[in-house]
């Protein structure tokens, strides 16, 4: 009887503390809630759709070749499946339980373990639920599509990431970390979109047989590679400058702030209007070394470079994008109202046309002028190639243009759309930094296709974080120039 009621005893104890023990876990999955909560990424709030942020120039460890790889050193749930495995079906593995271990582990050690996994499932199931809701949260089927879902995330995840980046300094590591963890989540969509092409195979008899495989569809296969080396040459850009002889200093605050003590003030770079906002680059009076204003000159390049390439991809993928029939139905009867009677009459003279003398003749002032013409060339060149199409009665601008050269005929609207394709080309050629034009952004609006709403908005944001890393790198660079004038 003493045995059973000590067992009595010691279960009421071991019972009491159970219990104690899960409250405290439900206090610590509350409080990972809240945190949870606020760092999501997947707002129902959608950014502009801007090519570049110019105006706001405001957007991290080295990275690997391999973006697949996560930041931390065990293995997360949300990343790409092993290499042993076809990332091409589904892996239910991602978000797994790992196998239980025979050791011995205190309450405290468990609940510690536990934590990052619970945090990142959390995670999961806020972000799987708004992209089954379409962002609608009252679930009532009102929702974006899951392609504009993810468009939003991608981008909202750049705002949050790189939104106060001003500087040319590395990302803050929990924020790179947050980016590379995130970014890949959202990637892994990729994984799961594939064609089927014939493939032969090899029986055993020594007989060939065709079978249908699976493989990365084509412009996620082409693209999406290249974007995440892009990704990580940027970031590697950012790293380069953890040792700087520049520093940066808040507009009102130019005293105190040299990095040699001294206290007398230091002179304003000529800044514009338009950049009021931003951090002022200071350099010393002596100006930067040699050293410093090559690697300066080497990283601008890159980030050049990189700039070009995520336009160009973001270009093609913009024009395999179906043209919504919102915009169809809202062009213009007549081209020639559209682009205006200046434009009209040099597009149909009888001379050799070229648009950039038509640009220069235009004397544009200021990006959002150049934008507005952008609308009014585009909307004339479909106009015009509607009725070509029209006229032909072909289904697409491509059958037209083939018939066109094969019957060797001269068809005012087809000559007309060319032009007006060559001036757009032009126009944007000439201003890199333009914002996506009203056509752009309804392609993005009532995209439908996944793969390309990820490939579209990844390119979008890694455009606009090249093209503010090279605007800062001219800052330093004016300042250096403007120090060692006034030295001289």
């Not at 405290?108 to 536990?114: F, N, P, T, V």
Request: proline share 4%; glycine share 4%.
């Amino acid at each position: 009887m003493e045995k059973l009621e000590d067992f009595e005893e010691g279960f009421e104890s071991s019972t009491v503390s159970s219990l104690d023990h899960g409250a405290v876990d439900d206090d610590h999955d509350h409080e990972h809630d809240q945190s949870t909560t606020l760092n999501s990424t997947l707002s129902g709030r959608s950014f502009a759709y801007y090519r570049t942020n110019s105006e706001t120039s405001a957007f991290s460890e080295q990275l690997t070749d391999d973006l697949n790889s996560c930041s931390s050193e065990t293995p997360s749930p949300v990343c790409w499946p092993a290499a042993g495995r076809s990332p091409y079906r589904p892996a239910l593995s991602r978000f797994g339980v790992k196998k239980p271990t025979h050791t011995f582990e205190t309450e405290e050690d468990k609940l510690e373990s536990h934590e990052p996994m619970d945090l990142e499932l959390e995670m999961m199931k806020e972000r799987f639920a708004k992209l089954l809701l379409g962002e609608d949260m009252s679930g009532s089927g009102k929702g974006v599509s899951t392609a504009v879902t993810i468009s939003n995330a991608i981008t909202n995840l750049y705002a949050s990431m790189f939104g106060q980046h001003q500087k040319l300094e590395p990302l803050h590591p929990e924020k790179k970390m947050m980016w590379k963890r995130e970014m890949n989540c959202l990637l892994s969509v990729c994984d799961y979109i594939v064609e089927f092409i014939p493939t032969s195979h090899s029986l055993q008899n020594g007989k060939a047989m065709e079978v249908m495989s699976s493989r990365p569809r084509s412009d996620i296969y082409i693209n999406l590679p290249a974007l995440k080396k892009l990704d990580a040459l940027l970031l590697e850009i950012l790293d380069s400058f953890k040792e700087t002889e520049f520093w940066y200093v808040e507009q009102g605050n130019m005293s105190g702030n040299s990095r040699s003590g001294s206290f007398r003030k230091i002179p304003l770079p000529q800044r514009k209007d338009e950049k009021w906002w931003l951090p002022i680059p200071c350099v010393s009076p002596e100006g930067l070394s040699e050293k410093a204003r090559k690697h300066l000159r080497q990283k601008r390049d890159s980030a050049n470079q990189i700039h070009k390439a995520a336009m160009a991809i973001n270009s093609s993928i913009l024009a395999e994008m179906e043209i919504p029939h919102t915009y169809i139905t809202s062009l213009p009867k007549c081209g020639r109202t559209s682009v205006g009677d200046t434009i009209y009459r040099y597009m149909t003279s009888g001379g050799k046309f070229s648009p950039d003398h038509l640009l220069d003749c235009l004397n544009i002032s200021s990006e959002h002028e150049a934008l507005e013409l952008a609308d009014r060339v585009e909307a004339s060149m479909y106009t015009w190639r509607r009725k070509a199409c029209a006229s032909y009665s072909k289904s697409s601008w491509e059958k037209v243009k083939q018939h066109v050269a094969e019957t060797e005929r001269v068809d005012k609207n087809v000559v007309l759309a060319e032009r007006a394709d060559s001036l757009l080309f032009s126009l944007k050629q000439r201003y890199p930094e333009l914002s996506q034009t009203t056509l752009d952004t309804s392609k993005i609006q009532y995209n439908m296709d996944v793969g390309q709403a990820i490939l579209e908005s990844y390119s979008r944001v890694l455009e606009g974080l090249a093209f503010n890393i090279v605007a800062w790198i001219d800052d330093v660079l004016f300042e250096d120039k403007s120090m060692r004038n006034q030295e001289s």
